[in-house]
């Protein structure tokens, strides 16, 4: 009695995963596109992110109406300030590149 209990048991765990698994693999990346895109298949993550191949560093800022500034970090504890627009702002290398954070408006 208490074996059949216990495969009743495994087996709704098991059916309780997967089914989390595949609500959160179709659930759709919180992304933006810039203003005035003509692209409509392409989705710019707003932010901080380095290109495919992990080659290229990259600041996103998403609100077409604002400058910001942001913190770019060199080393886990050194880094530099920089103002940019509404787009996408190319920062260099990713190995050189390895944060980005909003720090306040220009």
């Known amino acids: 009695m208490r074996r059949n209990w216990l495969g009743r048991t495994w087996f ?3 059916v309780s995963i997967a089914g989390l698994t ?8 919180a992304a933006a596109t810039p203003a005035g895109s003509d692209d409509v298949g392409v989705m710019l993550k707003c932010g901080y992110d380095t290109d495919t191949l992990g080659l290229g560093a990259y600041y996103t800022h998403c609100d077409p109406s604002t400058h910001v500034i942001i913190r770019v970090y060199t080393t886990p504890i050194t880094g530099y300030e920089e103002c940019v ?3 996408q702002t190319y ?6 590149h ?3 954070q ?3 408006l220009c």
Not at 91 to 96: V, Y
């Open 102 to 104: 909003y720090v306040r």
């Open 91 to 96: 920062l260099g290398l990713a190995s050189f």
């Open 22 to 29: 595949a609500a959160l693999v179709t659930a759709a990346p």
């Open 98 to 100: 390895i944060w980005a």
């Open 12 to 14: 709704a765990l098991a």
């Open 85 to 87: 627009g509404p787009g």
